[in-house]
């Protein structure tokens, strides 16, 4: 299986504002000229030796996740990551009719604001289905684009699939499940899974009652997974102040990692107030936590940025 | 978890002894919220014999402590953390919102000040 990450921030687009970007350069100047660079060809090694909040930004488009397996193009959540795949599946397909099937988690902004934008859905002979445990899913899209709210209404290209949430369906040879989530109007966590290697979903979900018995249902579901996509949105005491908001934060996304015995445990659903240096201070306060508490664990640690990819 | 009770003017001083995590930490929820309904509002937690804490811990005490400051006027101080667990309310924060005392005397005493 391979995935790409092509949206990985909550609640609302978080475009890079020039101040952050001026300071990203400040820095890197000032780190060159402290390590003595006098010449182009010692300009690829010192980039690699840049902290990653400097070299690199996670990326200001919401939720959008791409898996290829068995042939198949699955799209996980649609928010405005989903533009740039769209214009990439277009690039992709070399003229030939697009085939994507989009599994939504949930229907907020942040999960479904790229479908205006998807421009393969502008041809109607690609094949595009959207699947959902909720009922209405194509009266909710198409509501958001109502003439009062966008130009155009939503493309009749699209197929909808209404999912049981109890029952394990089929794409192609791709097995997914599908597991009820914590959030505010409901969201779906989906397991997917090709072959003998699964990649789990799980974004918008709260996790309030820790204990053991109270997350088992959540850790069966997520147990041996190859890869968790986990909702991380807050730092653990923001988390707390937001109660209800229907998010969680890397310490409980660990310890539900570790209880399941997931291999690959990837935060995602960025908090939009929070700049490059801050996800990845995160990130290695994350990664501090497990080598103090479960040092004999072999859980890989990621935080998605756009563009992360990778085969499974 | 073994936890103990002391109560020495009006301070309630709860002692843990073992892992404070997803097993254990409902336990320590209870025993303190029972306190909390009998009218006790002002908790030292001694985390001396606390050689880990996960997420569970963390949450139980950010709660009680939140709780007991909004609800009660009253307070959680902890007091004598592990260097292990010490840093792990470091990187997660809590050592910023909460009073921690190096021994349960003075965290007793910070309480009449």
């Known amino acids: 299986m391979y995935i790409r990450f092509w949206g990985v921030r909550g609640s609302i687009a978080t475009p890079l504002t020039n101040v952050e970007l001026e300071v990203k350069i400040e820095t890197a100047v000032k780190l060159g000229i402290k390590a003595g660079i006098t010449g182009d060809s010692q300009v690829p090694d010192f980039l690699e030796s840049l902290p990653l909040h400097i070299r690199r930004t996670v990326g200001g488009d919401t939720a959008c996740v791409e898996i290829q397996a068995g042939g198949k193009i699955l799209i996980l959540d649609a928010g405005t990551g989903l533009r740039r795949l769209g214009l990439d599946l277009i690039k992709r397909s070399g003229g030939n009719p697009i085939e994507a099937h989009i599994l939504m988690t949930h229907t907020h902004w942040d999960h479904i604001s790229g479908i205006p934008f998807f421009v393969p859905a502008f041809s109607s002979e690609n094949n595009l289905t959207f699947y959902s445990p909720f009922p209405g899913l194509k009266e909710r899209l198409a509501r958001q684009q109502n003439s009062e709210y966008f130009p155009a209404p939503l493309s009749p290209t699209f197929r909808f699939v209404r999912l049981n949430e109890h029952k394990q369906f089929q794409i192609g040879d791709v097995k997914i499940d599908i597991f009820p989530l914590n959030h505010p109007g409901g969201s779906y966590s989906y397991r997917i899974t090709y072959g003998n290697k699964t990649i789990i979903y799980a974004t918008d979900s709260e996790y309030k009652e820790l204990s053991t018995n109270s997350v088992k249902p959540f850790t069966d579901f997520f147990h041996g997974t190859d890869m968790l996509i986990f909702d991380a949105q807050y730092t653990m005491l923001e988390n707390v102040e937001k109660e209800d908001w229907g998010h969680s934060n890397v310490f409980t996304g660990i310890d539900m990692a570790i209880e399941a015995k997931v291999k690959k445990l990837v935060f995602i659903h960025h908090e939009p107030g929070y700049n490059d240096e801050k996800l990845y201070t995160i990130l290695l306060k994350a990664k501090e936590y497990v080598d103090i508490n479960h040092p004999k664990v072999p859980l890989e640690l990621l935080l998605a940025y756009e563009g992360l990819c990778m085969t499974l | ?113």
């Not at chain 2, 320590?28 to 001396?48: A, D, H, P, T």
């Not at chain 2, 007091?79 to 292990?84: D, I, M, N, Y």
């Not at chain 2, 349960?104 to 005493?109: K, P, V």
């Open chain 2, 1 to 113: 978890m073994k936890i103990e009770e002391n109560i020495l003017n009006d301070v309630s001083s709860i002692k843990l002894e073992g892992r404070f995590d997803a097993n254990t930490s409902d336990a320590v929820e209870k025993f303190i919220r029972e306190k909390i309904e009998k009218g006790c509002s002002q908790f030292v937690l001694n985390m001396e014999n606390v050689s880990f804490i996960s997420s569970a811990g963390l949450r139980v005490v950010i709660i009680i402590a939140r709780e007991l400051r909004n609800e009660h006027q009253g307070d959680l101080h902890i007091a004598v953390l592990q260097p292990s667990v010490k840093r792990v309310f470091e990187i997660s924060g809590l050592n910023n919102i909460l009073k921690i005392f190096d021994d349960e005397q003075t965290a007793t005493e910070a309480f009449s000040k």
